[in-house]
């Protein structure tokens, strides 16, 4: 059973800084891009960052450039988010994604929640002001 599971959210002030971690089970994925998206209440789901299966490739929304660093580790099977300088508007459900076959990475493809078919359950991030 292919699984993606995600750690490293919690509470942090302002200004502060949270690493998230998606670790995959079941299959490798090392071919194949992945990507992080997140969920605020009362809003629609949206691209945060993408990552090609090298990892020489990525995109972020405009939103967090400069801030965030999405990664992998292919011979962990992980990728990472790695956020600074945090803002209240970051305050949402981080869930990570990967797509199942194998593609000539685009941005504007992997921007996309529909180019994704397996998902992680979530992880809280809360950023107080």
């Known amino acids: 059973q292919v699984q993606l599971g995600e750690s490293g959210g919690g509470l942090v002030q302002v200004g502060g800084s949270l690493r998230l971690s998606c670790a995959a089970s079941?299959?490798?994925?090392?071919?194949?891009?992945m990507g992080w998206f997140r969920q605020a209440p009362g809003k629609e789901r949206e691209f945060v960052a993408t990552i090609s299966w090298s990892g020489g490739s990525t995109y972020y929304a405009d939103s967090v450039k400069g801030r965030f660093t999405i990664s992998r580790d292919n011979a962990k099977n992980t990728v990472y988010l790695q956020m600074n300088s945090l803002k209240p508007e970051d305050t949402a459900v981080y869930t990570c994604?990967?797509?199942?076959?194998?593609?000539?990475?685009?941005?504007?493809?992997?921007?996309?929640?529909?180019?994704?078919?397996?998902w992680g359950q979530g992880t809280q991030v809360t950023v107080s002001s």
């Open positions: 994604a990967a797509d199942s076959s194998s593609r000539f990475w685009r941005s504007s493809y992997y921007s996309s929640h529909t180019s994704y078919d397996y």
């Open positions: 079941g299959r490798t994925f090392s071919r194949n891009a």
